[in-house]
């Protein structure tokens, strides 16, 4: 709790509630049993405490009722009564969340889970237990060394315990701050986003920290495969190699395996992309490195919001490259007076999901390799690198 009144409830009473607009966070700093079959917490309460319960969805997007529907709900219970029997007693708080949600894309799963996580419990210094609910196992093994950097405890999952734990403490929900964001001013011991850059190089054992440290620039080019893919990627690479880059093309399936993925991008000294999930492994470039984010039509705004405005938290530099409309592949659908390129608000002002049906679900791209090339060689620059002349 940051705010004087949550810190006064919370000395005073043992419990209180952190609402944002995305994150609803409880605390309660006095003993509590947790019945992991019913995920009640049974927070032992004076008898001059008033009782009643809060029931917390543990995800960060609170202002999200689809996504919210999908998360298993926590009943926080305050009661002079006296509560059930505990099965195990555990001597470190617990940190409950849920891996429901967005989880299956990369941005979500880093902006809504990780990073929140990291925010509400590094403080513990591993001295802390994660129940997850909604429990996905593909996603404990993917995170499986952040979770054990973070815990020194394994993930407990509470479908398949059925138990009834005490806990001297329990956090139910994780802190958001905003997009691939850390307030440090907002953070107990004030980390900000270099210190997860920081956190994620010893997870993964990552050992080149800055982008001086390459003897040549490595270019990882992220393919896209459904929507928003490069139609004319071979040009694309070709011309990449010319201007004296080496060239990794990477397809969404190695993204999966983090443990390789992660130190194959912290040996590169330029990611391109076009706007979606796969620039959230920006996250593990070196310092200085450079992310080129390819701008779709009508997506100004998520891609200034989402990689644009974080990049300069983490140490990475940033260029964009918007396209023109000739470049998108909607100009061939809709013509290209049509409202869908000259005015995309008109579009999303029908709803979001009609935009995104168009620009982000139905665009793909069509680079033109002349003007994209002068941003290549401004990423060149702006690595200390000579462009050569034969380029």
């Not at 196992?137 to 815990?151: C, G, H, N, T």
């Not at 990477?250 to 993925?261: D, H």
């Not at 140490?315 to 964009?320: A, F, N, S």
Request: aromatic share 10%.
């Amino acid at each position: 709790m940051q705010t004087g009144e949550d810190r006064t409830k919370l000395e005073a009473t043992g419990f209180a509630c952190d609402s944002a607009p995305h994150s609803l966070v409880c605390i309660a700093n006095r003993p509590v049993k947790i019945d992991t079959s019913t995920m009640k917490v049974h927070v032992l309460s004076d008898l001059d405490t008033p009782q009643g319960t809060t029931t917390v969805k543990p995800y960060a997007r609170q202002e999200d009722e689809d996504v919210l529907k999908y998360i298993t709900p926590v009943h926080i219970l305050h009661e002079n009564i006296t509560p059930p029997t505990c099965h195990y007693t555990h001597h470190v708080p617990a940190v409950i969340f849920s891996s429901s949600g967005f989880t299956g894309n990369q941005f979500h799963e880093f902006n809504e889970i990780i990073i929140p996580l990291f925010i509400t419990s590094r403080h513990f210094l591993s001295n802390v237990q994660f129940i997850l609910i909604d429990h996905k196992p593909w996603f404990v093994d993917k995170y499986e060394r952040i979770f054990a950097q973070l815990s020194r405890y394994e993930v407990m999952n509470p479908a398949v315990n059925g138990s009834v734990h005490c806990f001297p403490g329990a956090v139910v929900g994780l802190k958001f701050h905003d997009n691939l964001a850390l307030n440090s001013s907002d953070i107990p011991i004030g980390y900000s986003m270099l210190d997860f850059k920081q956190f994620l190089r010893e997870s993964y054992n990552l050992k080149v920290k800055n982008v001086l440290e390459a003897e040549r620039p490595v270019l990882i080019l992220i393919s896209r495969q459904r929507t928003r893919k490069f139609l004319n990627e071979g040009k694309m690479v070709a011309m990449m190699e010319k201007l004296g880059y080496q060239v990794i093309v990477i397809l969404p399936k190695t993204m999966k395996n983090l443990e390789k993925f992660s130190k194959l991008v912290s040996s590169c000294s330029v990611m391109v992309g076009a706007h979606g999930a796969g620039l959230a492994d920006a996250l593990f470039l070196p310092a200085g490195a450079v992310m080129v984010q390819v701008v779709p039509l009508g997506l100004d705004w998520p891609s200034n919001a989402y990689y644009g405005e974080p990049a300069r938290d983490m140490g990475v530099q940033y260029l964009k490259y918007k396209i023109e409309p000739e470049e998108s592949s909607l100009v061939d659908l809709y013509g290209r007076d049509h409202p869908a390129i000259v005015d995309p608000a008109s579009v999303f002002s029908k709803g979001y999901q009609v935009g995104r049906a168009v620009y982000v679900d139905g665009q793909n791209i069509k680079i033109d390799l002349v003007r994209f090339r002068k941003t290549l060689v401004e990423a060149l620059k702006l690595l200390g690198r000579p462009v050569t002349s034969s380029s």
